[in-house]
């Protein structure tokens, strides 16, 4: 008999698992797979002996519950620390340029990045600060009404320009929502946007690993929750929850066998969730509506070159198919010689089916494009990732159906990326949702 039950190890579950072990209580996680850290994973590759991430993730200073997080297991110190944003865009035709926050108090910082920013002409640099001043104005009547607007409706509505919807909105919201600006929802990304430039400071700084995933977010946790007397079952999948009048009692594997405990918190997406709910509830709130969740693919594409030819940390790229450019061999502190880059599609719908042929001679051209010096390195090795489900397709219609952390069955609990955060599907989105699920519980 457990105090909690976990199902799903990935970050909203070792968040919870965390924090309730904390606070004294026997937990055990139930996860599938044969690893943990669910859509945040990374191995090692053994043609290169190079750590590979299943995708490149990118943090922010206002990622507070999930520096929380890493403070709690130890591993705050493996994030490479920016003191503020800095974004460096290739454009095709203008070249370089940054989008940078100056060293000046805010709001000053963001006016100046705003009207320093080199890819735009000035009088669109100046429609920039309207942005922040409709953040800044927020209110209830500005939430209903991005509630239902898409980012690029909102953005067309504050006078953005095309010019600067493409060199500058879209990359940004991209790569925050993982979903197309024509269909995600702008009252997540203004939240977003509020919480990163209009905090302190600190909340605009981009952070990232100089680790792979699993030693970032996974092992130390499991070091600790060990030492707290947790119980860690991997490749092992829960079949259903058990009920007896009306209250869950414990889980279901296979062959039937039950785990028993006071209270369960699922982490599973919602198309998993589905296949666990108990039959009688399958028509109720929130369950009935799981099946209206709708997934967004995200593909890396990892590659090895016998020299180098990128003297920077990262680049963002308008007006190509690859949108981002990750020097894996600078931000992890390597001194291996040739390079180790990975390029990043998010929203990738339309690329999902693409043949992983077609995709590394694309990423080839427009890095040779981006890099003209590229053209003299080799190509030694490359692994293509593609994450059908990498998060949830974050449109308005859908953050309407997102659930709350209680359910109808008493002491069960739901938590994840996908539920009601308020946030786009994010790691800072999985974390406050295990810690808000461990809260309801204790
Ligand atoms: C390629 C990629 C890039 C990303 N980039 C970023 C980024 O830059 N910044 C950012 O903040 N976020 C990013 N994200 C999103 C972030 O990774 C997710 O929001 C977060 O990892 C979700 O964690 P979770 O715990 O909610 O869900 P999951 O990680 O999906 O965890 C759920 C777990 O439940 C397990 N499970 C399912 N069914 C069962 C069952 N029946 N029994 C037992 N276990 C089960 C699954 O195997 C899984 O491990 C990215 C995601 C991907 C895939």
């Known amino acids: 008999m457990f105090d909690v039950i976990i199902i799903g190890g990935g970050l909203s579950g070792l968040a919870a698992a965390v924090q309730l072990s904390k606070d004294g209580a026997k937990v055990a996680i139930f996860e599938q797979a044969p690893r943990l850290g669910g859509r945040c994973y990374s191995y090692i590759d053994e043609k290169t002996g190079d750590v590979v991430d299943n995708g490149q993730h990118v943090l922010a200073g206002a990622y507070h519950n999930l520096l929380k997080y890493l403070d709690a297991i130890g591993t705050r110190h493996f994030l490479k620390n920016e003191t503020s944003l800095s974004l460096l ?4 035709v ?26 735009l002409s000035f009088q669109d640099r100046q429609k920039l600060l309207k942005v922040g001043l409709v953040l800044n ?17 909102w953005l067309v509505d504050m006078r953005q320009s095309e010019e600067a919807r493409k060199n500058l909105w879209h990359p940004i919201a991209i790569s925050i929502m993982n979903e197309s600006p024509a269909k995600a929802s702008a009252f997540l990304l203004a939240r977003s946007l509020r919480a990163t430039f209009l905090g302190q400071k600190s909340d605009s700084a981009i952070l990232i690993s100089t680790v792979g995933q699993s030693e970032l977010y996974v092992n130390e946790a499991v070091n600790l929750l060990k030492i707290r007397g947790a119980k860690i079952f991997t490749s092992t999948e829960i079949e259903g929850i058990e009920l007896l009048n009306g209250k869950a009692v414990g889980v279901r594997l296979k062959e039937h066998k039950l785990v028993k405990a006071k209270s369960i918190i699922s982490t599973v997406p919602p198309y998993a969730l589905r296949k ?12 009935c509506d799981l099946g209206r969740y709708e997934a967004s693919p995200i593909i890396s594409i990892n590659l090895w070159f016998d020299s180098e030819f990128m003297d920077f940390d ?9 949108q981002w450019i990750f020097n894996r061999r600078r931000l992890m502190n390597e001194s291996k010689s040739g390079s180790y880059i990975t390029t990043v599609i998010s929203g990738a719908h339309k690329y999902i089916e693409t043949s992983k042929e077609k995709l590394l001679d694309c990423a080839i051209a427009e890095i040779h494009e981006v890099f003209p ?9 490359s692994i293509i990732i593609k994450e059908k489900r990498a998060t949830f397709s974050a449109t308005n219609i859908y953050e309407r159906y997102r659930p709350g952390a209680e359910t109808p069955i008493g002491n069960f609990y739901l938590a994840g990326d996908w539920t009601d955060t308020g946030l786009p599907a994010t790691i800072e989105g999985a974390v406050v949702s295990g810690f808000h699920a461990a809260k309801l519980v204790t």
């Open 314 to 322: 990262y680049i963002g790229l308008i007006d190509k198919n690859l």
């Open 137 to 153: 104005g927020w209110n209830n009547e500005l939430e209903k009404k991005l509630s239902t607007m898409t980012v690029d409706e």
């Open 89 to 92: 865009f290739h454009h095709p």
């Open 373 to 381: 010096n590229s053209r003299k390195a080799k190509l030694t090795s």
């Open 94 to 119: 203008k070249g370089r340029a940054k989008f940078e926050l100056s060293s000046l108090p805010k709001p000053f910082h963001i006016v100046m990045g705003m009207l320093k920013y080199k890819l």
């Open 276 to 287: 666990i709910i108990p039959h009688s509830y399958k028509t109720e709130k929130p369950f």
